[in-house]
């Protein structure tokens, strides 16, 4: 007797074939590994095909791989991973594929499959600086446009290059460069002779 996750790791491979760099089953969940050359076709039968019918993309992320593992990571350091779900089979499946430079790390976009894919995109694109072909309207979406790097890339200063205040004088946002003060992060302890005694 199959069990439903084996039925959807069945259907996937069937589906997608040589396209599949890996493909494995851990903790209740499917996992595709995709190249990113066949990124997209095989989003598009995932979608479209019978066996698999993936109507929804619920999720897409980047995620910059630096230090995964604590160092032991050899492979992309920037992937996006991608969670879809059939309405139709009742499962879910996750998505993911790395870019093949990491110093312009480029996917193609998914917008022309999943509409809602946009935002997320351009999230993974404000964030980590992953680029989406075939993305129209790809900016940034939670910093300011005139920001610089991407904060949640692994090499990103803790503290940033710069800090925005309103400056009343000028009445406009001014930017400056980052004056933190150094400071002593050890907790204070109270001790109390008599404290949780009742």
């Known amino acids: 007797m199959t069990t439903k996750l084996e ?6 491979q069937d ?5 599949i760099k890996n493909l494995s ?3 209740g969940e499917v996992t595709v590994v995709l190249g990113a050359d066949d990124y997209l076709p095989a989003m598009q039968l995932l979608r479209d095909h019978a066996s698999t019918r993936f109507e929804q993309m619920i999720d897409l992320c980047g995620v910059d791989y630096q230090s995964y593992g604590d160092g032991r990571w050899e492979g992309a350091r ?5 969670h879809l779900m059939s309405i139709a089979h009742n499962w879910r499946l996750r998505v993911r594929v790395f870019a093949k430079d990491d110093d312009m790390p480029l996917v193609a976009s998914l917008t022309s499959v999943w509409p809602a894919a946009n935002w997320y995109e351009r ?15 790809l900016r940034r979406i939670l910093t300011d446009y005139g920001f610089i790097g991407h904060p949640f890339r692994k090499d990103f200063p803790v503290s940033g290059y710069v800090e925005m205040r309103y400056d009343p004088e000028q009445k406009r946002v001014v930017y400056q460069p980052v004056t933190i003060e150094p400071r002593e992060n050890v907790p204070r302890i109270i001790r109390e002779e008599n404290y949780g005694v009742r």
């Open 7 to 12: 039925t959807l790791a069945s259907a996937v």
């Open 78 to 82: 920037f992937g996006v991973v991608v």
């Open 123 to 137: 999230e993974a694109f404000d964030l980590y600086g992953i680029l989406f072909e075939g993305h129209d309207d």
């Open 15 to 19: 589906v997608l074939g040589d396209k």
């Open 25 to 27: 089953s851990a903790l």
